[in-house]
């Protein structure tokens, strides 16, 4: 009786494109006392709400058998036959309330009357177990002494209490649909060895396919063969971590993939990093002890095993690395210090200028460190660490690679940018801040992308204001606005200002605009070798080339 609808279809609502109207209510008291046979039969002709007040036999709707209780709580569709059977002895105490389901229709937004057999206007029909029952007695009973009441304030506190009903159905709709679907991941978390199937997890929740991947989407971030993925490569990662287990054929095996070179790239492509070398590294335990120091690793094929990962701009880390941060640190120094000794590192990694001089003797008791000096580029910390870690030879390699995709990435770029002085700006809250020398330093120093001049004073960000950006003399301008209403706001302000509308770049029209891009507020948080080359990944779509950046 209860027809399936997705999420979406509750956007109707939300949007207030769907009314209703109650039509008429009626109250049933002894209705088969004078009847032959026990059965009553009701007619649906608009959509109906049934609550029962008592005892009062049963119902029967499209050949289901339901008892009817205090509380008992239907909704029907219009056509619908509904029978009631009252048992001998029993009172029966049953309201009926017929409702109209509207919908905007029409250019000149008139409201117009829609009704379908199927009941196809509202998104939960059948029965609606709510507790306390006493709520929906109530809310009935206040309904059916207003109706009969001429004054229009009883007659909106009639349709008040349509909406409250309404309200409580779709709201056991929504549990329902949440208990449907977590049944469904528990299934798929039992047995992600095997190869179960979509339409086998759909037919647990009572889903078609389509509305079951797109439901499990909504409510775990990622479809349905993704989730079965970090499950099996969760536990791949588990065994790794056991010495028992040396053989990676095995292990694909045991997690449910049958070919390991299959098994090998998909653990690459989510880790970065190829199982044998994974495996290898679980030898060892290194810490990074700031967020950056997350990054240089990351580029050496080592996840560090204690780190922060709390990064406030992006879940990046969070999503790939939490599983193998087995001691996530913090940025108090006294939980730090305790969470390292009771982990013994082989290996800590800071930075020198944000770890104390004191901080760093007591980090040199617990295990050999390296505090990188912030002065230098984030190449010369890739290669200080790889020296630390003995990684020199990948670290030589990786730069390379790197070199060679900034040279390719430049020769597609090059046609767009040409000469090009090139201004960053980042619009947060009510400030605009430029990026400095080093903030931009992918741009400038990897791609060669001209710099104004005046960015060779400040090495990161300096608020600007309006009446000072012409001072830059930028031919171009790369404008990311914070998803936040008062950036959004900031950055509408600052788009109609004289100042802005004068400045050479705007008038040419070469500029390019982004929202909500993580990282630009604190660059110096991601200035590290394996964020450079994610960022010369996705810089062409920054420029409107290649498409979406993401």
Known sequence: MNKR??????????????????????????????????RYFIGTESYMILVSSGYNGGMVVDGHYRLLRPGSFFVCAPGQLVELSRH????????????????????????????????????????????????????AERIGSNWNDQLPSSRLRCEAGLLELLSYALSYREQQ????????????????????????????AGLSRYHFMRIFKEHY??????????????????????????????IAHQVGYKNETYFSSLF???????????????????????????????ALQTIPFASPIDHYWTDYYRSKYSDEVKVPLSHQYDFNRKALREAKPDYIIGIDGFVPP?????????????????????????LLV???????????????????????????????????????????????????NRAGSAFYDDLRIGMPVRLADFSWKERVEPHELHEFGADRILVQVDGDATSRKTWNQLSRKEDWLKLEAVHNRKLNFVTDYPGFQAPWNEYSADNRDRFLNEIPAL????????
Request: charged residues 25%; without cysteine.
């Open 5 to 38: 609808h997705s999420h979406a279809d509750l956007q109707l609502y939300a949007a207030g494109l769907i009314g209703f109207q109650l039509l008429h209510v009626r109250t049933l008291k002894d209705v088969t006392r004078d009847l032959v046979t026990d």
């Open 88 to 139: 001998s002895g029993l009172e029966t105490g049953l309201w009926l309330f017929y409702f109209q389901v509207r919908t905007l229709s029409g250019n000149n937004g008139d409201t117009v009357a829609q009704e379908s057999s199927q009941g196809d206007l509202f998104p939960f029909l059948g029965e609606a177990v709510i507790s306390p029952s006493s709520q929906i007695i109530q809310i």
């Open 177 to 204: 649909m949440a208990l449907a679907m977590e049944s469904a991941r528990m299934e798929l978390e039992r047995n992600y060895r095997n190869d179960i199937t979509i339409d086998g997890l759909a037919g647990i």
């Open 221 to 250: 971030g990622k479809g349905v063969m993704e989730y079965r993925t970090d499950l099996r490569l969760r536990e791949a990662k588990r065994l790794m971590e056991n010495p028992a287990y040396t053989s990676l054929s095995s």
């Open 268 to 298: 690459k492509k989510q880790t970065g990093i190829a199982p044998a070398v994974y495996q290898r590294n679980q030898k060892r335990r290194i810490a990074a002890y700031s967020w950056v120091n997350l990054g240089q690793l990351l």
């Open 358 to 382: 004191e901080e760093q003797e007591d980090l040199h008791r617990i295990a050999p460190s390296l505090f990188l000096p912030w002065e230098e580029d984030w190449r010369t910390h890739l």
């Open 386 to 436: 790889a020296e630390f870690i003995d990684r020199t030879e990948e670290a030589v390699k990786w730069l390379s690679r790197y070199d060679r995709k900034a040279t390719s990435t430049r020769e597609l770029i090059a046609p767009f940018i040409r000469k090009d002085k090139l201004l960053v700006l980042a619009v947060s809250g009510d400030e605009v801040h430029a990026w400095g």
């Open 543 to 550: 420029f409107g080339i290649g498409g979406s950046r993401r």
